[in-house]
């Protein structure tokens, strides 16, 4: 599957952003779907992940209450909604799949085989 994440921008503190991840193919439902970012001098980190049937869905702590991960398996899309953006959100973000079996929703990077080109995300405070 190939991946193509958009959305990015700048924005203020206290404001919105939202992303979207199309991916290529006809097995997307098959697929959990991760978002990750990584912002400068630092390693890329785990933000959210959602399962295969939107049953199961997960959040960094730093971003729960915040940011929202869906995904509408129709338009082989996942969204990243991110509200009451802060500084340290400032990062390139960046979307992984990973066809998995049942509940299964990865959220370590190492797990995830396919990945998007990343987009970039600035919070101005």
């Known amino acids: 599957v190939q991946l193509q994440a958009s959305g990015g921008g700048l924005v203020q503190a206290g404001g919105s952003l939202s992303l979207s991840c199309k991916a290529s193919g006809r097995t997307f439902s098959r697929y959990s779907l991760g978002w990750f970012r990584q912002a400068p001098g630092k390693e890329r980190e785990f933000v959210s992940a959602?399962?295969?049937?939107?049953?199961?869905?997960y959040y960094q702590d730093s971003v729960k209450g915040r940011f929202t991960i869906s995904r509408d398996n129709a338009k082989n899309t996942v969204y990243l909604q991110m509200n009451n953006l802060k500084p340290e959100d400032t990062a390139v973000y960046y979307c992984?799949?990973?066809?998995?079996?049942?509940?299964?929703?990865?959220?370590?990077?190492?797990?995830?085989?396919?990945w998007g080109q990343g987009t970039l995300v600035t919070v101005s405070s």
């Open positions: 959602i399962g295969r049937w939107s049953s199961s869905t």
């Open positions: 992984a799949a990973k066809e998995t079996i049942m509940t299964y929703t990865p959220t370590t990077e190492h797990d995830y085989p396919n």
